[in-house]
């Protein structure tokens, strides 16, 4: 029988952009995840993100056979969320994988206090170009060469990229092609395409970034915690890995690229999360 691994998304990217990873990870474990955090009204975004902690906790629970325990791994945000609810609920978690969510503690998390209040974490962090994001494209054609003229999403491996595309900004259901799905008969490729993460849903995700997690790890975690980051990371930069260190007890890799390599070298990344995972089954 595999093992149960929930995969929890970074901050704007549905689950369903980490499809090539899913399908690397598939022989040795069945991947679970949620499409989008935050867009389910039980669970709002707020300080600290307690309801969105315990949306992953309802999710691991309604579909976790009765004793089992699983992997939590996460990106960014969902590197964040894995580690609270194995906090929350370590008897349900055999361990933790963080890509590139590198913890704030000490100083820093006086400061990212301290900018929270101000307002100054708006311009520090990718927030503000949140707020003004495009939301529409008269095309896949469109959306595709828009995503794909930008330095950051050039470098993405060209099958991520893809499914972003595909599942980030689905074509808009429209009359008969709602019953039929999103396909190319339909006319899915040129209907109109439409962001599928809210905007502002992500803007609330940046402005409410957790500031305690670090005094909450401070004397250790329950469970195993493995830590993967990118060498050109710039939130890496920014937090340090100081209290990540201690928290992970050497089970840390490093990938070339920036803080959205899963999706610039998703196969390396597949290899490194087996790599690391095995290790803290070990």
């Given at each position: 029988m595999?093992?149960?691994?929930?995969?929890?998304?970074?901050?704007?990217?549905?689950?369903?952009?980490?499809?090539?990873?899913?399908?690397e990870l598939a022989d040795?474990?069945?991947?679970?995840?949620?499409?989008?955090?935050?867009?389910?009204?039980?669970?709002?975004?707020?300080?600290?993100?307690?309801?969105?902690?315990?949306?992953?906790?309802?999710?691991?629970?309604?579909?976790?056979?009765?004793?089992?325990?699983?992997?939590?791994?996460?990106?960014?945000?969902?590197?964040?969320?894995?580690?609270m609810a194995a906090l929350k609920r370590p008897q349900w978690v055999k361990g933790v994988v963080m890509l590139d969510s590198p913890v704030i503690a000490g100083w820093r998390s006086n400061l990212l206090r301290l900018s929270q209040w101000t307002g100054l974490d708006t311009r520090l962090s990718p927030a503000a170009a949140t707020k003004n994001r495009r939301t529409d494209w008269p095309s896949r054609e469109d959306a595709w060469r828009h995503f794909h003229a930008k330095p950051a999403?050039?470098?993405?491996?060209?099958?991520?990229?893809?499914?972003?595309?595909?599942?980030?900004?689905?074509?808009?259901?429209?009359?008969?092609?709602?019953?039929?799905?999103?396909?190319?008969?339909?006319?899915?490729l040129s209907r109109p395409r439409k962001l599928a993460f809210d905007r502002d849903v992500e803007f609330r995700i940046y402005k409410t970034l957790p500031r305690t997690l670090g005094a909450r790890v401070a004397h250790g975690v329950p469970v195993p915690v493995g830590f993967i980051a990118g060498t050109h990371s710039r939130e890496v930069r920014q937090v340090g890995l100081n209290m990540t260190q201690r928290i992970v007890d050497g089970h840390l890799e490093w990938i070339e690229g920036s803080h959205l390599f899963p999706m610039e070298r998703p196969v390396e990344t597949a290899r490194a999360l087996q790599r690391t995972l095995n290790g803290l089954r070990g």
């Open positions: 595999k093992d149960i691994l929930h995969f929890s998304h970074a901050n704007g990217f549905p689950a369903s952009t980490y499809r090539t990873i899913f399908a040795d474990y069945e991947i679970r995840a949620i499409e989008r955090f935050g867009h389910d009204p039980r669970f709002p975004v707020t300080r600290d993100w307690p309801h969105l902690v315990d949306q992953l906790l309802e999710d691991i629970d309604a579909r976790r056979p009765a004793d089992a325990k699983v992997w939590l791994v996460g990106h960014s945000l969902g590197g964040y969320l894995s580690l999403f050039a470098r993405w491996d060209e099958r991520m990229l893809s499914d972003y595309i595909d599942f980030a900004i689905p074509a808009e259901m429209v009359g008969a092609a709602a019953v039929g799905g999103i396909n190319e008969a339909a006319g899915g």
